[in-house]
């Protein structure tokens, strides 16, 4: 299929005149280049057959922060060779070079080979290979205030020369940023030259350490049909060595870009941080949505940063920026987006805002009976977007969800997507306007509420079905000649150059919510019980000040009062990374966690798009993170060539999953891998309970190492801390991930195991062994999760404890609701899980080969034997299928979905 190329639009549609799928906005200069295929290992012979790996902790290529009483750095080096018997320990030798003495002159510290790693896991190794660990000390801090650079050489045999790193891997210095010992800064030891056109004031952070400080500036009054702009400098931010920054890639998303030395970013950023010399990250947080004024950072030739706002109010306005000051960037931006949720939220109790929304879901709870909103959240969806073309009919519908009958998958929700309603005729589909609120008689002939009907009686295995809808209404907005038009207040608008410039016929902002009233009435009569409301960028790209100052807020409010009304929020939010909507409706958290895209879509003809959106995604979430939202990763398709690699994203997302595949083009293992069937049959996504973000802000995307997307799973010191790993360059990657870089873990021991069953030794933080190795290819993935092991003595003697979740999933740890572990008056151990789907649940016991399953371990299904055969020890793994035990035992749900299940260890 030709794809058309238009620059300035990012995302897909139909081309009405050829039937086409088009993707204006996934072009080469938009996504960062993919680098040219490289050696990822030394050869150590002519004929290539031999070669040499190095992968070293602390990373190369990286900054890491040394934290304050640290006065030395350990390095621990692992190289990897395919040829054992061609080279003695003797003739090897590997050196640390770096530049701790003298910033400018740089020092050799050999390294000594070790045993203490010979135990370390190694996953996915994709070659047969000889290892060797290798250690050092740099001692104490470093006597110039400049970072630590650091890299590795190595040489084999007394006629092969020595061998940096960087030659074959590509891969840079390895950075230190020692934090110094604490000294009172005030806001210009960070920017030392701001303008005096800022006010700035210090206010006490609501995270538990670091600085804070809030900047306003004037902005320009509007003139006319002319919004106002201003500019004001901040300057170059002092001392700092990298940075990261979120920018506007185009009006509805958000996009991570990244640098160093010099600040400079290719469009607006929302926000952006700085790492600096001395460790400390300064955070700025640009504040929109507030007094009609747009503000955003961008900078100049000379790398300040300039504070840039658009007041669409006939007075002067307020330019509005946070700056935060933490030891840990999490800290900084925790601090910047806590204060601006207060700043947001003080405003909108003033104007009555959050009491009319509290209100609106309040009496729709009422009429819930106790509904779980997590069902939405949690349940396995089908979207019909890319699986069933745009040319949509209610018998595409059916066949769809016959064909995943058919292959015994069950989804939980269903959203019909563009092109069910009612429009004027066009050449493209910004040319077409709404008719009215009933579905297009060509696709619908019997009306919206009797293809509803058949679903749900077909099918009613489907929870909550969603239709798409823009919040203007369509792509071209509302047509002059439908009935919305005649029953509605309109007015004109127009939109600036780019995706759909020109004039467009909109509901007048005094009749956006009883139009919105209206039509969610309409919609709950016929069945629908949610929503996806696209194109919200809209409102961010009317020209005229006096319309965006009458439209913006307006539709907002007017949407999110009508879904909560009407579907209890039960609402996508879509293209709606525009500041005025992120800090307006996504921010307070008044009200239920809203699903919301977190960036571009996903375009499954556009190979270079696969590994961006991803990367994408998890640093998009660092800001996300904080809004009172769900991040929505998008759909995918399971039988796509990169489905693995998406579907562990959205494992690891912490957001919702849906799917969009042809008929009768499914990857049944795929699905299980990412959901479970709950005892009433219900298919639930395993979702962790934290967002899923990059844990390395720092790491731009052409840098050569794996993208790291974090999250957690139950509660402090009991949870499970999650790892997706994802390769995102042309390359294979080795890295070593520490136990300390899973995130919520604490002091105690940990287990850690991989997506595919491998399980490390183990360990504690601060040990020197307390990593695993990781080996990821081209398109590559991997899961890891950390689980803590409790110790217990028990009467046969001690034993060390772990509870895997559910095995063969994603994130199976996601599955456990409750668990409880201790040790019986009579001297056995007792297990307690409860389970939200079915599976088969693994329980790590030390000692289990000494033990048998029929005399020494007794496992219960709501207080009954589980069948004999559904028990299996496997190592130290104790696997027990509670998905064909509770089919073979008869099992029948109680008053929730949960399965609980007793397991007695003598």
Known sequence: ????????????????????????????????????????????????????????????????????????????????????????????????????????????????????????????????????????????????????????????????????????????????????????????????????????????????????????????????????????????????????????????????????????VDKDAVLVSFLRADGLHVVCLAISGVGNVLSVFTHDGDGNVIVQARNDLETEGKSQVLVAVADEFEVANAAVMYHARRMVMGQQSTTGELKAEEEAFNAKKDEMHGEWLEEWYDGLTYCTWNGLGQDLTEQKIFSALDSLKKEGITISNLIIDDNWQSLAEGETQFDRGWLEFEANKGGFPRGLKATVNDIRSQHPEINHIAVWHAILGYWGGISPDGKIANEYKTTTVTKEEGVAAGDMLVVDASDAQRMYDDFYSFLRNAGIDAVKTDAQFFLDMIVQAPARRALTIEYQDAWTLAHLRHFSSRAISCMSQSPQILFHSQLPTNKPRLLVRNSDDFFPEVPASHPWHIFCNAHNSLLTQHLNVLPDWDMFQTSHPWAGFHAAARCVSGGPIYFTDYPEQHDIALINAMTGKTTRGKTVILRPHTVGKSLNAYVGYKEQALLRVGTYVGFSRTGTSIIGLFNCSSRPLS?????????????????????????????ERGEKAAFVGVDVDVQGWEILAAHPVREFEIKSGKVAFANLGLLGKMTGAAAVVNSDVYVEDNGRLRVWTSLKALGVLGLYISGLSRRSIDSDLMVMIQGKPIARECVAAKGKVLELDIEAAWTKGGYKAGWSNEVSIEVFVH
């Open 1 to 264: 299929m030709p794809v058309k190329k238009q620059k300035g639009i990012s995302f897909g549609y139909c081309d009405l005149s050829s039937g086409q799928r088009v993707y204006p906005g996934v072009m080469p200069d938009l996504l960062p280049e993919q680098l040219p295929p490289a050696q990822t290992v030394h050869p150590l012979s002519a004929d290539g057959k031999m070669f040499a790996r190095i992968t070293c902790d602390p990373p190369l290529g990286q900054a890491t922060t040394i934290g304050r009483g640290r006065d030395a750095v350990e390095f621990s080096v692992l190289l990897e060779t395919n040829a054992p018997s061609l080279v003695d320990d003797q003739d090897i030798s590997v050196n640390l070079w770096h530049n701790h003495g003298n910033h400018y002159d740089w020092a050799e510290l050999p390294l000594k080979q070790s045993n203490a790693f010979k135990d370390v896991l190694h996953v996915h190794s994709s070659h047969p290979v000889t290892r060797r660990w290798y250690t050092a000390t740099l001692p104490g801090k470093p006597k110039h205030l400049h970072p630590v650079s650091f890299t590795v050489k190595f040489k084999i045999g007394t006629e092969s020369g020595w061998k940096w790193v960087r030659d074959a891997s590509g891969i840079g210095d390895g950075d230190l940023h020692y934090l110094r010992e604490e000294s009172e800064k005030g806001f210009s030891d960070f920017f030392p030259h701001a303008s005096k056109q800022f006010t700035i004031q210090p206010h006490r952070p609501q995270t538990t350490d670091g600085k804070l400080w809030s900047l306003t500036s004037p902005a320009s009054p509007a003139k006319g049909d002319d919004s106002g702009y201003s500019k004001h400098s901040l300057g170059v931010p002092a001392s700092f060595t990298r940075y990261f920054a979120l920018v506007r890639l185009w009006s509805p998303w958000l996009a991570p870009r990244h640098g160093k030395v010099k600040f400079e």
């Open 735 to 763: 890295e070593l991930i520490r136990l300390a870089d899973f995130p919520g873990t604490e002091a105690g021991r940990y287990l850690i195991r991989s997506f595919g069953g491998q399980i490390s030794p183990l360990m």
